[in-house]
C-alpha cells in the first residue's frame, strides 16, 4: 500500500459519507458557496438585466462578475463571449443546435453536412447528433478510441474534410479520466478542415486543468460549473468564439435555438444581434451563479497534486485486489482523478450500491452517459464502477474505498 496522502484534514460540516463521485458533482461545496447563495437571496435577488432598481443592479452586478470571472479562467478574449446557461448539457445543446440552424439552411442541394465526433463523448452531444443523423440531414462520423481511452489524432483529422461543420471532442472523459490532446486536434482543423467549427467539452477538467481557448483553437467550449469549479448544480458557460460568431453583424453566426426577453434591449421582434444578449433568454440563475462566484473565490484547501496522489494510491491499491480489472491508463499521468473498474461475479450498479449501502462510499455504476465509451473499451451494457477524488478526500477515504472493494471482490469470488 501506499504511503498516507498529505491533504485536507476534514469538514466540521462533513457527515461520515466517504463520497468518491466528484466526476458526476464536487462535494461537497466549499461553505462560502452557500453563505453566498444566502447572501444574494437575502441582498441582490432582482431579476439581473430587468429593471434600474437596486435589487435588478446588484442581481446584473453579480452576473457579470460571474462572466468576467469564468472569461479569466479560459482566457477568452473578452466576457462578452461568454454566454451563461443552465449547465454544460444545456451549453452543448445551445452550440449544436445553434451551429445546425445555422448550416442546414444553406446546404439545400449542397452536399450532406459532415459532424464528426470521438465515442468518448456524453449523451449531451451524442444524443443531440443523433436526432440530425437519424434524419438525414447530417452525416455523423464517430472516432473510436484505443483500450487507453486515447483517441488517435491522426485518426480524428483523417475524417474531417471539407464538408465538416462541426468537430466535437470531450478535453477528458468523464468515464476513463483519458486526456485528449485537444490542441493536436484544433491545429489540425484550421488546415485539414477551415469550415469546421471545434466544440470542446471541459466539464471534466475546468477547474483542474489550465484551459486556454485561444491555444486550442477552440470556437466553442462547453463549461460545467458544478464540477471542477465547485459551484452549485445549474450553472454553466459557452464560450463563443469569433469564427463561430463574428463581430460583423451581417456574417453567419449562431442561431439561438431559444426565444425570449433579453432585458438589454425590449423593442422589437428580433434577439439582439450581439453577444451575449444574442444567445441568452430569460432570467438567468443568479443566485446559482453568485455561488458559482463565490466558489471560484474560495480558496481551494487540496491541491491537485494531492488529487494525483490519491488516484495512484487507488490504482495501485485496486491493482492488487484479486477479481477487480481497471480500465484506461495504467497510472496518473494523462488523466484526471477518474478510476473506472469492475469486480468479478458482481454487477457494477449492484457494486455500487452494497458501496452505498453498506460502506457509506459514494461511487458510480453504469454507463455514465457515455455508452460509445463503454461499448468501445468492452464493458457494454453493464458498465463500470467508477471512482473519482476531489480536493476534500484523503487517503484514508482511497483506503475505506480499497477495504470495501477487497470485501466485494471475495464475495463475488464466492469465497
Known amino acids: 500500500m501506499p504511503p498516507p496522502a498529505a491533504g485536507y484534514t476534514g469538514d466540521p460540516m462533513r457527515t461520515d459519507l466517504i463520497y468518491l463521485d466528484n466526476a458526476a458533482t464536487s462535494w461537497p461545496k466549499p461553505r462560502e458557496v452557500g453563505e453566498a447563495m444566502v447572501a444574494f437571496l437575502e441582498d441582490s435577488a432582482g431579476n439581473p438585466g430587468r429593471g434600474g432598481?437596486?435589487?435588478?443592479?446588484?442581481?446584473?452586478?453579480?452576473?457579470?462578475?460571474?462572466?468576467?470571472?469564468?472569461?479569466g479562467l479560459i482566457n477568452a478574449p473578452t466576457p462578452k463571449r461568454v454566454v451563461l446557461t443552465h449547465g454544460c448539457?444545456?451549453?452543448l445543446n445551445l452550440a449544436i443546435h445553434g451551429v445546425m440552424r445555422s448550416t442546414l439552411p444553406q446546404c439545400c442541394g449542397a452536399a450532406t453536412p459532415k459532424v464528426v465526433s470521438s465515442c468518448l463523448e456524453?449523451?449531451?452531444?451524442?444524443r443531440t447528433l443523433h436526432c440530425y443523423a437519424s434524419a438525414g440531414l447530417i452525416e455523423f462520423q464517430v472516432i473510436n478510441c484505443g483500450s487507453d481511452g486515447l483517441i488517435d489524432p491522426g485518426a480524428y483529422l483523417e475524417a474531417c474534410d471539407e464538408r465538416t461543420v462541426l468537430a466535437c471532442l470531450t478535453h477528458a472523459s468523464n468515464v476513463l479520466g483519458t486526456i485528449q490532446e485537444v490542441g493536436v486536434i484544433g491545429e489540425g482543423l484550421r488546415t485539414r478542415s477551415p469550415r469546421a467549427l471545434f466544440l470542446v467539452d471541459v466539464a471534466q477538467t475546468l477547474g483542474h486543468l489550465p484551459i486556454d481557448v485561444d491555444a486550442g483553437q477552440v470556437d466553442l467550449l462547453a463549461v460545467a460549473g458544478h464540477k471542477g469549479l465547485r459551484g452549485p448544480t445549474g450553472t454553466g458557460a459557452l464560450f463563443v468564439g469569433p469564427r463561430a460568431f463574428p463581430d460583423d453583424p451581417e456574417a453567419p453566426r449562431l442561431v439561438c435555438e431559444r426565444r425570449g426577453g433579453t432585458?438589454?434591449?425590449?423593442?422589437?421582434?428580433?434577439?439582439?444581434?450581439?453577444?451575449?444578449?444574442?444567445?441568452?433568454?430569460?432570467?438567468?440563475?443568479?443566485?446559482?451563479?453568485?455561488g458559482l462566484l463565490a466558489a471560484m473565490r474560495a480558496e481551494c484547501r487540496a491541491d491537485h497534486d494531492t488529487e494525483r496522489t490519491l488516484t495512484a494510491r487507488m490504482?495501485?491499491?485496486?491493482?492488487?485486489?484479486?477479481?477487480v480489472r481497471l480500465f484506461g491508463l495504467p497510472g496518473v499521468e494523462g488523466r484526471t482523478a477518474v478510476v473506472l473498474f469492475n469486480i468479478d461475479g458482481v454487477h457494477p450498479r449492484d457494486a455500487a450500491a452494497a458501496l452505498d449501502r453498506d460502506h457509506r462510499i459514494a461511487v458510480r455504476g453504469g454507463v455514465h452517459c457515455a455508452p460509445l465509451a463503454h461499448r468501445a473499451i468492452g464493458t457494454g451494457e453493464r458498465g463500470a464502477i467508477r471512482a473519482s477524488v476531489g480536493p476534500c478526500n484523503t487517503a484514508a477515504d482511497v483506503d475505506a474505498l480499497l477495504d470495501a472493494v477487497g470485501r466485494l471482490a471475495l464475495a463475488g469470488a464466492g469465497v
Do not use: K, Q, Y
Open 122 to 126: 456524453h449523451n449531451a452531444v451524442l
Open 263 to 290: 432585458g438589454m434591449i425590449g423593442i422589437g421582434l428580433d434577439m439582439p444581434r450581439e453577444l451575449p444578449d444574442a444567445l441568452e433568454a430569460g432570467t438567468a440563475n443568479a443566485v446559482g451563479f453568485a
Open 315 to 323: 490504482i495501485e491499491g485496486l491493482s492488487s485486489i484479486p477479481g
Open 53 to 71: 432598481h437596486t435589487l435588478a443592479r446588484a442581481a446584473t452586478a453579480t452576473i457579470d462578475e460571474a462572466r468576467s470571472a469564468i472569461a
Open 89 to 91: 448539457t444545456d451549453s
